[in-house]
């Protein structure tokens, strides 16, 4: 089976300036991709986190998903990261999710942070998604839902794992490192999925402080790349189907795991 190629972007965000977001990313992008199948940056990669929606959210045809599909075609990668957005009148923190086909996907964070006062702007979402690229099912969330784990729960039916990834994207202070960098293991070993967290670093334009951590954790726990702390850095790494497989058959924990579903 195929591996899966990663390019994850551990960036300081330019404050409230979606244009020079773009930018950066867009110099970084061309020069670091050789053969990503998926590059992944951090949570509310245009403006930082948190910001008041209304001046900044965008729509489903607004510049920052244009800039996406231009570059997930160029790249040939699919590219994925959370931003404000506006949708029947409601600003949510979305997730998108883009293919080089210009296929689009979308998810709303469910647990948007009140003690950051998130949820006075942003409306929570509902609903879990899951994508898949190369054989791989992959369920993407954002930041804050790590630390809800019946939220990030794998099922197994028949057989069948409900996902093989489980991604973050991120603007997580380096007040709490610890819980990160603790959870994201912990959700690996639970789930037997691979675990993805991309985090942002620097200051943002309340003086909170990001120290990344970006991180791929295998199904056994395993811290497999971390990026250095507080510095900007593009992590390449690559994920086995095959070393999954083989873990899943030897440690079958999934035949196991209580069923029940999430209303």
């Not at 409900?162 to 960098?181: G, I």
């Not at 959700?187 to 003086?207: P, T």
């Not at 497989?245 to 030897?250: A, M, S």
Request: aromatic share 12%; proline share 4%; hydrophobic share 35%.
């Amino acid at each position: 089976m195929k591996s899966l190629n990663l390019l994850l972007i551990q960036e300081n965000l330019v404050w409230e300036n979606p244009v020079a977001n773009r930018a950066r990313f867009t110099n970084i992008i061309e020069k670091e991709n050789k053969n990503a199948d998926i590059i992944v940056l951090p949570e509310t990669f245009t403006t930082g986190f948190p910001v008041d929606p209304s001046p900044y959210a965008e729509t489903m045809d607004g510049e920052t998903i244009l800039w996406m599909k231009k570059t997930a075609h160029k790249t040939g990668a699919v590219i994925t990261g959370s931003m404000l957005m506006k949708k029947d009148g409601n600003y949510y923190n979305t997730l998108v999710w883009m293919t080089p086909e210009g296929e689009m996907k979308s998810y709303d964070k469910r647990h948007v942070f009140t003690m950051g006062g998130e949820h006075e702007k942003i409306k929570p979402g509902n609903k879990k998604l899951t994508v898949e690229i190369k054989g791989w099912k992959i369920r993407p969330l954002i930041c804050y839902d790590l630390r809800f784990p019946v939220w990030c729960k794998n099922s197994y039916n028949q057989e069948v794992f409900e996902y093989d990834v489980l991604l973050f994207t991120a603007n997580w202070p380096s007040v709490r490192a610890y819980p990160w960098n603790n959870l994201l293991v912990a959700r690996a070993i639970e789930n037997q999925s691979y675990v993805i967290g991309v985090n942002r670093v620097g200051k943002d334009g309340l003086g909170n402080k990001y120290s990344g951590d970006t991180q791929v954790v295998d199904a056994k726990g395993n811290v497999i790349t971390r990026a250095e702390t507080d510095k900007s850095v593009v992590i390449k790494s690559s994920i086995s189907m095959d070393e999954l497989v083989r873990f899943r058959e030897k440690f079958d924990v999934g035949r196991d795991w209580d069923k029940f579903k999430f209303l």
